[in-house]
């Protein structure tokens, strides 16, 4: 609310974006676009930290990523949402442990 004065609701994060986006009326190519881009850092930014991977190496991997952006863009572009869906049954049992684990990224 506070950066454009829309109510927004709690929802996934993705789902947020594309609320957000919408009530501002930003095309829906450049956001998609744009979303994939900072997936796309994001990733390349926790692997420089984790990895160990060094900082030109992570822009690298953000250069060459950044390559499939406009395709991948095009693609979802006209999705159909019907065909929207996932499963990762070991991510989300794993990540149900996740906050009483012991803090250790970004530690010194």
Request: aromatic share 4%; charged share 15%.
């Amino acid at each position: 609310t506070a950066l454009t004065g829309h109510d927004l609701p709690e929802a996934p994060y993705p789902v947020v974006l594309g609320r957000a986006a919408r009530l501002c009326d930003l095309p829906l190519d450049l956001t998609l676009k744009l979303f994939l881009q900072a997936f796309v850092a994001n990733l390349a930014s926790a692997a420089v930290r984790l990895v160990p991977l060094g900082q030109t190496d992570g822009q690298r991997i953000t250069q060459t990523l950044s390559g499939a952006i406009p395709a991948l863009a095009q693609g979802a572009l006209h999705g159909d949402t019907d065909r929207i869906g996932t499963a990762a049954i070991a991510l989300d049992l794993a990540s149900m442990s996740h906050e009483t684990l012991t803090t250790r990224l970004f530690q010194s």
